[in-house]
């Protein structure tokens, strides 16, 4: 499974961006896809996680309300639709995929990474 994620750049607080990520490979080994952000000087953050169903999805609690992970199958392309933006969102966002069975806010839990788009939230 390879992943490609884009998206990022610079916006200020209040500001919205949508960030892509194209899938290709073996997509049908895919049971779960998430994104993943790292902070500098923090640990990496599962911020969203969808299940292969398409319908099933979880966030965590300090996006909850302000991002949307969705999938386009046809287009093989997950995106993460974020809203109202904080400084604190400022990281590097990568997209991943899972082929363990695992679905759900654990980073152990993705076996594939693409490489990361960086999201910088100016004040």
């Known amino acids: 499974v390879q992943l490609q994620a884009s998206g990022g750049g610079l916006v200020q607080t209040g500001g919205s961006l949508r960030l892509s990520c194209a899938v290709s490979?073996?997509?049908?080994?895919?049971?779960?896809m998430a994104w993943i952000r790292q902070a500098p000087g923090k640990p990496r953050e599962v911020v969203a996680a969808?299940?292969?169903?398409?319908?099933?999805?979880s966030y965590a609690d300090s996006v909850k309300g302000r991002f949307a992970i969705s999938r386009d199958n046809a287009k093989n392309t997950m995106y993460l639709e974020m809203n109202s933006l904080k400084p604190e969102d400022t990281a590097v966002y990568y997209c991943?995929?899972?082929?363990?069975?695992?679905?759900?806010?654990?980073?152990?839990?993705?076996?594939?990474w693409g490489q990361g788009t960086q999201v910088t939230v100016s004040s």
């Open positions: 490979g073996r997509t049908s080994r895919t049971y779960a």
């Open positions: 969808i299940f292969r169903n398409d319908v099933s999805t």
């Open positions: 991943a995929a899972g082929t363990g069975g695992f679905y759900g806010l654990s980073v152990s839990g993705y076996n594939y």
